[in-house]
C-alpha cells in the first residue's frame, strides 16, 4: 500500500527575524510535522525560508526539550532539579512572589522577557501580569532602540517604500545587515531585481559576509563609522550636482546647511575615517547619485555601536539627498514598525500601566541584580524573577555580572521555557513551554507588511504549557484576575485585537492567512510629507527631545548632549587604545538565532565552534596562528577561543560570530563578559557590536 501523501497547513514563523516569514507546514501521516517551507502564496515570503527553520522538526521534537516542572534541590547553578506537578511549582512560585511583595514591596519583583516568540499574544501577555500586580517595568533595550531613533529622527515615521519594490529597482544598498544570515528575503527581492532588471548590488559591512559575497560592490570599513561614509557620500552628491535640488527645498528641513557642513567631509576625510579608499566612495557615490532608483535597506547592525544612532541617520539622510524616495524602487526603508496600529490593551492590561513605577532596562540586568543603584533608580533590589521567552545568561551584555546576579541565593527566579538554557539553569522554579506550531498566535513582519496568523497545529507533548497559561495562572493564585484579559482564551485575544484594530475578525484571518497593511505608494514613499510636524526630512534631528519609538523613560540617556547637530561621524565608539588594539564586533551565526537553535545538532555542526576571525597580519603582530587558543579580554572579563584567519575585514578588527552558550567555552565565559551595557545616546541600547579587546595566545 502506497503511504498517505502529507499534508499541508500554514503557519508564520514566530522568531525574532524581520522576515517573519509564512510557512508551509507538512503534516505527516502520522500526526508529526514534516518540513517547513516558505509560502509561495505570500508576496514577501515568495517561497522562500531558511535551512533553520524548514528543519524546525529536530527542534520539536528534540529529546533535550523541557517536558516537566522542576524545583531546584541543588545550589544555585549546580543544576541539580527535581520534577514536580504544574500545580505544585505555581502554587510554590506565587507563595515565593506573595512573600516577596509583602517583605519587599511590589516593585522587588521584575517579569523580565524579551522576543523568543514575537507573538503578540504569547509574549505580551507578561505585560498584563506585570501590570495587574504593579511589578517593575522593563525597558526594553537589546536590540532596536539606536535603529529606530536614528531613522525616526530624519523621517518621523517607523516606515518606508514597501520592501517587495526592491525586485523593481535599479539598485539596492544593503547596508548594516547581513540579509544572507539574518533575514534571507531581502536576497529573494534583491536577486530578482538583478537578474530582470540588472540591478547592481551594494553591501556594506565591516567583514566580507556571505551577503556581501553575493554583492556588486562591497564596502568593507572599520565599525562605528558608518556615518563618515554616508557624509563622504552626500559630499560627492552635492559637490557633483548629483543632488536633486529641488527635492531637497521641498521636503528637507535645511540643505543648504548640510551642503556648507559637508564641505570638508570629502572623501579623502572619510577614507581616513571608514579605512576605504578613496576611490572606493567615489564610485559608489557616483552610482547612488546617478541610479535614481536605489533602494536603501538599512539594517540594524550598524546601529549596534555607542554612535549607533547618529550612524543610522546619516545613511538614511542620503536618501534625502538624492530624491530616490520620490519613485517606484526607490528610497530608504528601515522598519515597518508605525504601519500596523494594533490595540493590545487586551492582551496588556494597558489601562492598569502606572507609568510612575520604574522600568528597568533588559541590558543592565547584570548591574541590577548585582544593586547597583543607579540601574534600580535609587528603588528595591530585586527579589524575584519570572523570566519567559529570553535567555539573558547568553546574549544580555556585561556577563559576568549577569552570572553573579543570577547566581544570588536570595533571587527567586522562575524561568518558563523549551529547554535547559544557561538562564533555566539558574532558576528556583523551571517550567515548561510549549513551541510555535503548538498554541494560536499573531504576529507581524517588521521587515515586510504583513499581520499574519500562526495557529495551532499539533498537540504539545504532556507537560509544556503555553504563555498565557502561566500568566493566567499566576494571576489567579496571587488574586489579581480582575482585568478581563485574563479570562479569555488566545483565540478571543487575537479576535479582539483585530477588531479593535479594524482588521477585520479571527475567522476572516483563518481564511485569508494573513492581511496586506502596506500603505499606499504616497504614504510609503512620503509623497505629501515626512512623519514631522513640518513635513520635512530632519537633517538636524533634536535628539534630545526626537519622537523615538523606543523612549519610555522619557528623557534622553547617555551623552546625548554630545551628539552631532547634523550628520557626522561622532567619536563616541569604544576606540581602540594600546591596551586594547581590537574592536570586536559580535555578528550573528547563519544557523543561530541569538541563542536559539545552539541546542540543534545541526546548527551546532554548522558553526562549528566559538572563533575569533582577523587578519593573518594582525595575528602575526601577537604570535598567534591559525587554529590557535586564544584568549580575548577587556576590563569586563577575558574569554578563551579559538583564531581563525579571515582576510576580508579592516586590520584591527575581529569578528566572532554567534552567541554560543558560555560552557561552549574553554573557559565557559561566552562572548557577552566582553560587551558593554551603558545605554547608548539617546534613548538607550547596548552597543553589541563596539567592543576593544586585547588578545593573545594561551
Ligand atoms: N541567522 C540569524 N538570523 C537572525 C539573528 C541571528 O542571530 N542569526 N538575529 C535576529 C535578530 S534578533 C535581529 S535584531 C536581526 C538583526 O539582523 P541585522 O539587521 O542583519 O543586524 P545584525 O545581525 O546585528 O548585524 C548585521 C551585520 O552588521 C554588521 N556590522 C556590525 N557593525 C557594523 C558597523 O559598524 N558598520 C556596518 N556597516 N556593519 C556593521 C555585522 O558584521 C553583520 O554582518 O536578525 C535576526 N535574524
Ligand atoms: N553578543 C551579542 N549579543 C546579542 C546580540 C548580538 O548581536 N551579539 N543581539 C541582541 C539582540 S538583537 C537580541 S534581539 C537579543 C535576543 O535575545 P533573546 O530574546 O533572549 O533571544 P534568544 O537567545 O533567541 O532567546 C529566546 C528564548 O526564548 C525561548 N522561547 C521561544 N519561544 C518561546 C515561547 O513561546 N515561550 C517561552 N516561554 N519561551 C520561548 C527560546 O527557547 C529561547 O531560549 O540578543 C542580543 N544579544
Ligand atoms: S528567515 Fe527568519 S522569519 Fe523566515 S523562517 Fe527563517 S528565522 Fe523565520
Ligand atoms: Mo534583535
Known amino acids: 500500500m502506497n503511504k498517505p501523501l502529507p499534508t499541508t497547513t500554514f503557519s508564520a514563523c514566530p522568531h525574532d527575524c524581520p522576515s517573519t516569514c509564512a510557512l508551509d507546514v507538512e503534516l505527516l501521516s502520522d500526526g508529526k510535522i514534516g518540513r517547513l517551507r516558505g509560502s509561495s502564496l505570500n508576496s514577501y515570503t515568495a517561497g522562500v525560508i531558511c535551512a533553520k527553520v524548514a528543519r524546525y522538526s529536530e527542534r520539536l ?3 533535550d526539550r523541557l517536558l516537566k516542572p522542576m524545583r531546584r534541590i541543588g545550589l544555585k547553578g549546580e543544576v541539580r532539579f527535581e520534577e514536580i506537578s504544574w500545580d505544585a511549582a505555581l ?15 511590589a516593585q522587588s519583583i521584575w517579569p523580565y522577557h524579551y522576543a523568543g516568540t514575537m507573538g503578540m499574544v504569547q509574549r505580551d501577555s507578561i505585560h498584563r501580569f506585570r501590570h495587574s500586580k504593579g511589578y517593575s517595568l522593563q525597558f526594553d533595550s537589546f536590540c532596536t532602540n ?15 517604500p514597501d520592501p517587495r519594490e526592491m525586485a523593481v529597482s535599479d539598485q539596492i544598498v544593503i547596508w548594516g545587515t547581513n540579509p544572507v544570515a539574518t533575514q534571507v528575503n531581502v536576497m529573494t527581492h534583491a536577486i530578482a531585481a538583478r537578474k530582470k532588471r540588472g540591478a547592481k548590488i551594494i553591501v556594506v559591512d565591516v567583514y ?21 561614509l554616508a557624509c563622504a557620500i552626500m559630499h560627492v552628491l552635492f559637490r557633483d550636482n548629483l543632488a536633486d535640488r529641488d527635492y531637497l527645498e521641498k521636503y528637507t528641513d535645511c540643505p543648504a546647511e548640510l551642503e556648507a557642513h559637508l564641505q570638508t567631509r570629502t572623501p579623502e576625510w572619510a577614507a581616513k575615517i571608514t579605512g576605504l579608499d578613496v576611490s572606493q566612495i567615489e564610485e559608489v557615490a557616483k552610482l547612488i547619485g546617478v541610479v535614481k532608483k536605489t533602494y536603501f535597506r538599512l539594517g540594524y547592525g550598524f546601529t549596534r555601536s555607542r554612535n549607533g544612532a547618529v550612524g543610522m541617520h546619516a545613511a538614511a539622510s542620503i536618501g534625502a539627498v538624492t530624491g530616490c524616495w520620490q519613485y517606484e524602487g526607490g528610497g530608504v526603508f528601515h522598519n515597518n514598525g508605525a504601519i500596523y496600529d494594533l490595540d493590545k490593551s487586551r492582551i496588556e492590561a494597558s489601562d492598569l500601566k502606572d507609568p510612575t513605577i520604574r522600568a528597568l532596562d533588559q541590558s543592565l540586568v547584570g548591574r541590577i541584580l548585582t544593586g547597583d543603584k543607579d540601574a534600580l533608580f535609587g528603588g528595591p533590589e530585586v527579589k524575584a524573577m519570572l523570566v519567559q521567552n529570553t535567555n539573558p545568561m547568553s546574549v544580555a551584555p556585561e556577563q559576568e555580572l549577569v552570572r553573579q546576579g543570577f547566581a544570588r541565593e536570595d533571587l527567586f527566579t522562575v524561568v518558563h521555557e523549551q529547554f535547559m538554557t544557561e538562564t533555566a539553569q539558574m532558576a528556583d522554579v523551571v517550567l515548561p513551554a510549549t513551541q510555535f506550531l503548538e498554541h494560536d498566535d499573531v504576529y507581524k513582519g517588521g521587515g515586510h507588511q504583513h499581520l499574519m496568523l500562526g495557529p495551532k497545529i499539533v498537540d504539545p507533548p504532556e507537560g509544556p504549557k503555553e504563555n498565557i497559561f502561566v500568566v493566567n495562572e499566576l494571576a489567579k493564585r496571587l488574586g489579581a484576575t480582575d482585568h478581563p484579559g485574563f479570562h479569555m482564551t488566545s483565540h478571543e485575544h487575537i479576535d479582539w485585537m483585530l477588531q479593535h484594530s479594524g482588521y477585520g475578525t479571527l475567522e476572516e484571518l483563518e481564511s485569508g492567512r494573513w492581511i496586506d497593511l502596506q500603505p499606499d505608494f504616497d504614504t510609503s514613499h512620503f509623497i505629501k510629507g515626512f512623519g514631522h510636524a513640518d513635513g520635512k526630512f530632519h537633517f538636524k534631528p533634536d535628539w534630545g527631545r526626537s519622537n523615538a519609538p523606543n523612549k519610555p523613560l522619557g528623557s534622553p540617556m547617555g551623552p546625548w548632549n554630545a551628539m552631532p547637530e547634523l550628520p557626522d561621524q561622532w567619536d563616541a565608539i569604544e576606540a581602540a587604545d594600546s591596551e586594547h588594539p581590537f574592536r570586536l564586533v559580535t555578528a550573528p551565526a547563519r544557523s ?22 582577523l587578519r593573518s597580519e594582525d595575528a602575526a ?18 574569554v578563551t577561543l579559538h583564531a581563525r584567519f579571515y582576510e576580508d575585514l579592516t586590520p584591527g578588527t575581529v569578528i566572532s560570530e554567534g552567541i554560543w552558550p558560555n560552557e561552549a567555552f574553554t573557559d565557559g565565559k561566552g562572548i557577552n563578559t566582553l560587551t558593554g551595557a551603558d545605554p547608548v545616546a539617546p534613548y538607550g541600547g547596548a552597543a553589541f557590536h563596539d567592543t576593544a579587546v586585547w588578545l593573545k595566545r594561551g
Open 61 to 63: 521534537y528534540h529529546p
Open 91 to 105: 502554587d510554590l512560585v506565587a507563595e515565593n512572589f506573595l512573600q516577596v511583595e509583602r517583605e519587599h514591596g
Open 146 to 160: 539606536m535603529a529606530w531613533t536614528g531613522y525616526v529622527a530624519g523621517t518621523g515615521k517607523l516606515a518606508g
Open 208 to 228: 566580507r559576509t556571505q551577503t556581501m559575497k553575493q554583492a556588486d560592490i562591497g564596502l568593507v570599513l572599520r565599525p562605528g563609522t558608518d556615518a563618515a
Open 592 to 613: 543561530f538565532l541569538n541563542s536559539t537553535f545552539n541546542e540543534t545538532d545541526s546548527g551546532k555542526k554548522k558553526e562549528k565552534q566559538p572563533e575569533i576571525w
Open 621 to 638: 603582530r601577537f604570535g598567534i596562528g591559525d587554529g590557535d587558543q586564544v584568549k580575548m579580554g577587556n576590563a569586563r572579563g577575558v
